[in-house]
């Protein structure tokens, strides 16, 4: 009877016991899965985010605090667990995945931009705009191991972009306000390697890693053209490409700036947003020459090929930034235009190419499109939704 | 005190199943855990597989049961938790890599060669000898959803090779005995399409698929060339290509099959290994030429470029298969050669390429290199290991 009275009593500290457990943070089930079909959606208003499943497409859990996502981005640890989101203000935030929660949080500068992941996934780093540098942090603890600022010959501090990571263990970046880039090589030992490439053009904005990791392109808003590194012969230097490709053609105002990164290349093409111009430049990636430019809806943010590089999907600056359009590889030409709604901001594609995810923001929507059917297949309802990141980047280069 | 006795008693029936819950079928830890960093590894002699992780490099479990594993391949779901295994004997086992166990098992033919998992995660194909044909089956339950037998004009069945699939929800795949090349396809409902492409060359024996899912190729083991299908343009046919690269030159005796599969692109380039030569080809990805012929040690079985495509390593048949060499991509030169030891059969690089595992059959040993250092950086002891395939697979296209 007391032995009875005993598993009776045992069976609610049980349960409670698997409940706590499973409702992590946010009451998401904690149960035993895979998290290769995991990924997170910025809400960038609230400072939360969205853990999310590309398989049935369903919201896991919401995780509260993480500051000032009113621009952030994400990299992935490499066995997908992990999220480590970088907020505006200089937040940096890993996130179990699993548990829907945060594993950790510094906040690391005044303001930050973004970030990037090393080829071995131990190191983490931010590029800063105030105090502008770079500064590389340990993965599984978030300290500190290098502060790189990014001093110019008259000794201040040049805002950070186009942070990427590159094969070997190195991050590359571009100075906005010194016009360099930097290349910083963590496989030299414990003080990291350091080169610099000066006068590389006026304002670099942003930039791209090829998926091979072999070239970094940075886009320059202060002239028409991009800077161009090869990373195999760093000895020849930092060469200029699409030079003067609006030269002579009235400029028009700049909404917001285009960004670079995402899938950029499709087959032997690099498709890529014109700055000032409702265009999208398409660059021979073999001869890094204008091949062509397709007239689109408006000043495009986001050029993103579809992984198998058959299709590029835009979205567009303010005001025009209700429409997404569809651009077929194969004839160049436009085959879709969507009007999902007011604030289109970001779009990620599953890594096989099948789903793509676009966040509305100002109608609080995630819309899920099946590539094949040009459907829509699912609607999430999220708060201000901005990037979308899915753990298929963990194991890609630059992403 | 009824309650103390309660809590007491609780406890150990408490651990007792979480200890049950956590040993799987092989003693392994069930802890949560992202699965981006899994693997497993053939046990080719004794139809066992050990499941590893290549963040520092451990074994995690064995699994035992999978029949004739003489030569196996593997395919991964979307969510990287579930291994399918495809077994000599016509065995299809779905594997837990969390819980190290089999989830499912069937003998679904009496010869099988290999596999592939549909773009949408829902399918898996698998290729037939005996009897010649492919047999699709869901992926969740592996209940069978399609027959297709691979029959001939004189009414036979051919043995089938080169299983591959390709976005848009198809399977490609040759007719070893016909000389054929057929496209299936399931997005166009349940009942599949079926595309035949006839008199493509004697003997197709293997193929690849570019890794954005664009070219398929089959090696013709009947005569000099390979055959390619653009799956952009099916209409434009099957096209020769390397026509008579061995022609007039005193041909070797083939002690193995070249093996097309794995990351054969490097930048601008594929290298394949040529049939019954000590050579592997370069061929200029876009004119599809041939642009050089590398010397190696042997004849070719698997020639896989680093998924940065700076270096391809290669590895031999019988009975000069104590040996790998590394390309050196920018300079088509050797600039290593090592010796693992007997019967080196499979590499597998991390997806972002700073590792590549090894496994060489006769000395029990699967060796993991740094492919910055390219030194050994661990050695695992599994029993007569050969197929390596790791979860970073289940993003890419024809892996
Ligand atoms: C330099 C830069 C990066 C690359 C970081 C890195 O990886 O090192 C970046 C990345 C990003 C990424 C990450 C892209 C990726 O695929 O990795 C996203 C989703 C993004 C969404 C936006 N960005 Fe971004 N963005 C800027 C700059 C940049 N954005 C701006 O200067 C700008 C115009 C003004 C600002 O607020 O800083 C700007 C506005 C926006 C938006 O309005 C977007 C569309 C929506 C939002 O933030 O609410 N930016
Ligand atoms: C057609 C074919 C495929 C592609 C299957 C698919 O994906 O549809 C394949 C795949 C494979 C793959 C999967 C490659 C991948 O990266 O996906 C591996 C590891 C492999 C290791 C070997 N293969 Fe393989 N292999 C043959 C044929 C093939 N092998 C042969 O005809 C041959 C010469 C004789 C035979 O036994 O059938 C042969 C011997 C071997 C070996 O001796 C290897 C090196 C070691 C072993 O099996 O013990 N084969």
Same mark, same amino acid.
């Given at each position: 009877?007391?032995?009875?009275?005993?598993?009776?009593?045992?069976?609610?500290?049980?349960?409670?016991?698997?409940?706590?457990?499973?409702a992590?943070?946010?009451?998401?089930?904690?149960t035993?899965?895979?998290?290769g079909?995991?990924?997170?959606?910025?809400?960038?208003?609230?400072?939360?985010?969205?853990?999310?499943?590309?398989?049935?497409?369903?919201?896991?859990?919401?995780?509260?605090g993480?500051?000032?996502?009113?621009?952030?981005?994400?990299?992935?640890?490499?066995?997908?667990?992990?999220?480590?989101?970088?907020?505006?203000?200089? +937040? =940096?935030? *890993?996130? !179990? /995945?699993?548990?829907?929660?945060?594993?950790k949080?510094?906040?690391?500068? $005044?303001?930050?931009? %973004?970030?990037?992941?090393?080829?071995?996934?131990?190191?983490?780093?931010?590029?800063?705009?105030?105090?502008?540098?770079v500064?590389?942090?340990?993965?599984?603890?978030?300290e500190?191991?290098?502060?790189?600022?990014?001093?110019?010959?008259?000794?201040?501090?040049?805002?950070?972009?186009?942070?990427?990571?590159?094969?070997?263990?190195?991050?590359i970046?571009?100075?906005?306000d010194?016009g360099?880039?930097?290349?910083?090589?963590?496989?030299?030992?414990?003080?990291?390697?350091?080169?610099?490439?000066k006068?590389?053009?006026?304002?670099?904005?942003?930039?791209?890693?090829?998926?091979?990791?072999?070239?970094?392109?940075?886009?320059l808003f202060g002239?028409? +053209? =991009?800077? *161009?590194? !090869? /990373?195999?012969?760093?000895?020849?230097?930092?060469?200029?490409i699409?030079? $003067?490709?609006?030269? %002579?053609?009235?400029?028009?105002p700049v909404?917001?700036?285009?960004?670079l990164?995402?899938?950029?290349?499709?087959?032997?093409?690099?498709?890529?947003?014109?700055?000032?111009?409702?265009?999208?430049?398409?660059?021979?990636?073999?001869?890094?020459?204008?091949?062509?430019?397709?007239?689109?809806?408006?000043?495009?943010?986001?050029?993103?090929?579809?992984?198998?590089?058959?299709?590029?999907?835009?979205?567009?600056?303010?005001?025009?930034?209700?429409?997404?359009?569809?651009?077929d590889?194969?004839?160049m030409?436009?085959?879709?235009?969507?009007?999902?709604?007011?604030?289109?901001l970001?779009?990620?594609?599953?890594?096989?190419?099948?789903?793509?995810?676009?966040s509305?923001?100002?109608? !609080?929507?995630?819309?899920?499109?099946?590539?094949?059917?040009?459907?829509?297949?699912?609607?999430?309802?999220?708060?201000?939704?901005?990037?979308?990141?899915?753990?298929?980047?963990?194991?890609?280069?630059?992403?």
């Amino acid at each position: 009877m007391i032995l009875n009275n005993g598993r009776f009593l045992c069976v609610p500290v049980l349960l409670l016991l698997i409940i706590v457990g499973m409702a992590g943070h946010a009451g998401a089930a904690q149960t035993l899965r895979g998290t290769g079909d995991l990924g997170l959606i910025i809400e960038r208003a609230s400072g939360s985010l969205v853990v999310v499943e590309t398989t049935s497409h369903t919201a896991l859990g919401r995780v509260e605090g993480l500051g000032d996502l009113s621009h952030a981005s994400a990299v992935f640890s490499r066995d997908g667990r992990f999220a480590y989101i970088f907020g505006r203000d200089g +937040g =940096l935030t *890993k996130i !179990d /995945l699993l548990r829907t929660e945060i594993a950790k949080r510094i906040i690391q500068s $005044g303001n930050s931009i %973004g970030g990037a992941i090393s080829q071995d996934g131990k190191l983490i780093a931010v590029s800063n705009y105030k105090p502008g540098g770079v500064r590389v942090f340990d993965a599984e603890t978030l300290e500190m191991v290098a502060d790189i600022p990014a001093t110019m010959e008259d000794g201040t501090l040049s805002k950070v972009v186009g942070l990427v990571d590159a094969p070997g263990q190195k991050f590359i970046f571009s100075l906005w306000d010194a016009g360099e880039i930097w290349v910083l090589d963590f496989s030299v030992g414990p003080e990291p390697g350091l080169t610099k490439f000066k006068n590389v053009g006026r304002n670099p904005y942003d930039a791209l890693i090829t998926s091979d990791g072999r070239y970094y392109v940075a886009g320059l808003f202060g002239e028409d +053209g =991009l800077a *161009k590194l !090869d /990373l195999w012969h760093m000895d020849a230097g930092v060469t200029r490409i699409l030079d $003067g490709y609006g030269r %002579g053609e009235e400029k028009m105002p700049v909404y917001k700036m285009p960004h670079l990164e995402g899938w950029a290349r499709a087959g032997d093409y690099l498709f890529l947003p014109a700055v000032g111009r409702h265009e999208v430049l398409v660059v021979d990636a073999s001869t890094w020459r204008e091949v062509k430019r397709i007239p689109v809806h408006g000043q495009p943010v986001f050029a993103v090929a579809r992984p198998d590089g058959r299709q590029v999907w835009v979205n567009f600056a303010h005001p025009r930034n209700d429409t997404v359009q569809v651009i077929d590889v194969p004839s160049m030409s436009i085959i879709r235009t969507y009007t999902p709604g007011k604030a289109v901001l970001h779009m990620e594609f599953t890594p096989r190419g099948e789903q793509v995810w676009i966040s509305v923001r100002d109608e !609080d929507r995630v819309d899920v499109y099946d590539t094949r059917t040009m459907q829509v297949m699912r609607t999430l309802s999220t708060q201000k939704p901005s990037g979308i990141f899915l753990t298929a980047r963990a194991g890609r280069t630059g992403l």
